[in-house]
């Protein structure tokens, strides 16, 4: 259960990153009991999408003890001619201009209606997606995360600098919240 509010958060990547991979599994169990195919290729399983290379390059070192999910720039994923389904995808844009947002929101309505069966997206705390059909809430005081929030802290500073924002962090509504 996801407790839903709009209250600003300060979610880094590291916490973002220990809440998805905390998270997974239970998706990927609930997908199992609901469907009769079972996916056996896990890169469609995670996508991690950033603004630019930097941003991959910063996810890429911190995912480097994970599971290797498939990550992607908004730009190459806009270009993608046939994309791919996915069980989670991940936004992480909390240094998303508010005009480059508008630019990406029918993306990030493909992704939410077509690509993805769960879609988070961490975006700058002015920024606003509710408008859109996207449902606000604090992974901070989700009950269900069973994790240590210091780790997310014990971080060299030059990543920890371009991991963490203000943000608020979005995610698809479940059919029996509409």
């Known amino acids: 259960m996801i407790k839903q509010t709009a209250s600003r958060s300060d979610i880094t990547l590291p916490l973002m990153i220990n809440y998805v991979e905390a998270l997974l599994p239970s998706l990927t169990i609930q997908t199992n009991v609901s469907t009769t195919i079972e996916s056996t290729n896990n890169d469609t399983e995670l996508l991690w999408v950033v ?96 994790m240590n929030t210091t780790e997310q802290t014990e971080q060299p500073l030059s990543v920890k600098s371009s991991a963490s924002a203000s943000c608020l962090l979005y995610t698809s509504p479940s059919p029996r919240d509409m």
């Open 51 to 146: 603004p630019d290379q930097n941003a991959r390059l910063a996810l890429k070192t911190l995912l480097k003890n994970t599971r290797s999910p498939q990550i992607s720039t908004l730009l190459e994923l806009n270009q993608r001619q046939l994309p791919e389904r996915y069980e989670l995808a991940c936004f992480w844009l909390p240094t998303l201009s508010p005009e480059l947002l508008q630019q990406y929101i029918p993306l990030l309505m493909r992704y939410r209606d077509l690509y993805a069966a769960h879609l988070l997206i961490a975006l700058d705390d002015t920024l606003d997606l509710k408008a859109y059909g996207f449902t606000p809430f604090d992974i901070l005081h989700e009950p269900s995360l069973g």
